[in-house]
């Protein structure tokens, strides 16, 4: 435990933000502030503004710029009342900014060096009846804000440093990690860091934790926690079983062999051509990809389609034989550096949102990509009837195929005790499969399957050409880490 502490000293001198940092933002959040409130009094319905998320609590890493503010209108206001109310202020108060979107449109932009997001809600009485998911991060912020004191607001700063250096930090539907709420929620429980990562070694999901003993429903996550503001949500619903495992991977190894290193987010370069293919030497396996425009839809849109497509082609590919080895969707945009992740706002995880692009690292081509034990299957399958004994089926079988005329098929003939043919397979290689109209015919995600229609497929070295656009998902791919 000497040996932790050591490390957790050093590592707060590094993340913990410094006295005159926290001035410099408390300044200008209040100036912010009032010029919101300006801003709302020039409306013809009444508002007020509060800033919420990890820089109005002090759970704030160090470095981070990120200032929100949320202005509440009244309950009954129509979405479209409120959203012309909120850009308008969301303009006034940041002329400069660009309109994103969550359940509704925002203004987001920068101020003194500051990204600012500046976003309508509701105020509603109860977390419990919200209009949009946006309304639920002030009830978050006053929650934690009575709760958090110093002490455990720096074992939150603790917690969302390591989270971020394992690559473990975000609810976006891509990285499907911790949300800045549910780290502060998890710390909140468990009375701290060290508590935390003491108890998640041992954790053996499914696991659930209910602050105030109010759930009013059961769920089937790996983790919940149920939300202290309401009943019917789990915090950790998006936290991928990949991710919590990561979480347990990493506390066993802090506490076995503390280490600075654990906090430090990764920054892989990413693989060229030349190191593709070293792999796929190294390997002896045969990688396929195919690949085809990315559909232009926000990030959280685009990754459970990209998901469920790849479970589809997946599928596809086993139940002809090609074995698949490992599998994962990549775009040429889809892999932020863990340092960049680190970056991203504690307000939008905790409110769900979903972003624009704003054109910045917008993906343009996605990948389905396969690493195959086997590539090519003989002719002829075999496909076994029902034995002999069960007449009826047995009969219904043999007679379906005993005046078949294609001189591909074998039989019907005896094998033991059962009837067999052996006929001519569909594809007896992967990219005829993939270039077929079968591969199109898996579940698909909504908006790629017409995408999908235009693909390229790659099979073998081929797939070092992605390299130069897909470098790091490949580094990645062939480079894991726990």
């Not at 002490?151 to 990285?175: C, H, M």
């Not at 910045?360 to 399958?381: D, H, I, K, Q």
């Amino acid at each position: 435990m000497d040996e932790l502490e050591a490390v957790l000293s050093r590592v707060r001198e590094r993340v913990l933000p410094e006295p005159e940092e926290r001035e410099r933002l408390r300044e200008t959040a209040a100036t912010l502030t009032d010029r919101t409130r300006e801003a709302i009094a020039d409306l013809p319905v009444d508002a007020d503004v509060v800033q919420v998320g990890s820089t109005a609590r002090g759970t704030w890493v160090a470095g981070d710029r990120d200032i929100d503010l949320f202005v509440r209108f009244d309950a009954a206001l129509d979405r479209a009342e409120l959203e012309e109310y909120g850009l308008a202020v969301g303009h006034a108060v940041l002329p400069n900014g660009h309109e994103e979107f969550a359940e509704h449109p925002y203004v987001k932009g920068s101020y003194e060096g500051f990204d600012v997001d500046l976003v309508p809600c509701h105020d509603v009485d109860r977390a419990a009846e919200l209009v949009s998911a946006v309304d639920r991060t002030p009830f978050h912020d006053a929650y934690l804000s009575a709760r958090l004191d110093d002490d455990l607001a720096a074992d939150v700063v603790l917690a969302k440093a390591f989270l971020k250096g394992i690559g473990a930090y975000g609810s976006d539907l891509r990285t499907e990690g911790f949300s800045g709420y549910l780290t502060e929620l998890l710390v909140l429980e468990l009375g701290g860091f060290v508590p935390l990562v003491e108890s998640a070694r041992s954790w053996h999901p499914p696991v659930e934790f209910d602050p105030e003993g109010h759930a009013e429903r059961t769920f089937e996550d790996p983790l919940v926690v149920v939300d202290p503001t309401d009943p019917t949500r789990n915090v950790a619903a998006v936290l991928s079983a990949a991710n919590l495992a990561r979480f347990q991977h990493y506390a066993r190894e802090l506490l076995a062999a503390p280490s600075e290193a654990l906090f430090d987010p990764d920054d892989p370069e990413p693989l060229d051509s030349k190191a593709v293919r070293a792999h796929l030497d190294r390997r002896g396996t045969t990688p396929v990809a195919v690949v085809f425009d990315a559909p232009d839809v926000v990030d959280d849109q685009l990754w459970p389609q990209l998901r469920r497509s790849l479970d589809g082609i997946v599928g596809g590919l086993n139940e002809r034989g090609f074995d698949v080895l490992r599998a994962r969707a990549m775009t040429d945009a889809s892999e932020p550096t863990e340092a960049a992740r680190a970056t991203e706002s504690d307000a939008a995880s905790d409110a769900e949102a979903t972003a624009e692009r704003d054109g910045s690292g917008e993906p343009t081509r996605a990948a389905l990509y396969a690493e195959l034990e086997v590539t090519e299957r003989p002719t002829v399958e075999r496909h076994e009837g029902p034995p002999v004994a069960v007449r009826k089926h047995a009969a219904s079988f043999y007679e379906s195929y005993v005046d078949d005329v294609d001189p591909d098929t074998y039989g019907p003939f005896i094998d033991g005790d059962r009837y067999v043919v052996e006929r001519e397979r569909e594809f007896a290689t992967v990219r005829e499969y993939l270039e077929s109209d079968a591969a199109s015919d898996v579940a698909l995600g909504a908006q790629v399957e017409p995408a999908f229609d235009d693909r390229d497929v790659l099979v073998g070295e081929a797939v070092a050409t992605l390299a130069p656009a897909f470098g790091r998902p490949l580094r990645e791919f062939y480079e894991p880490r726990p």
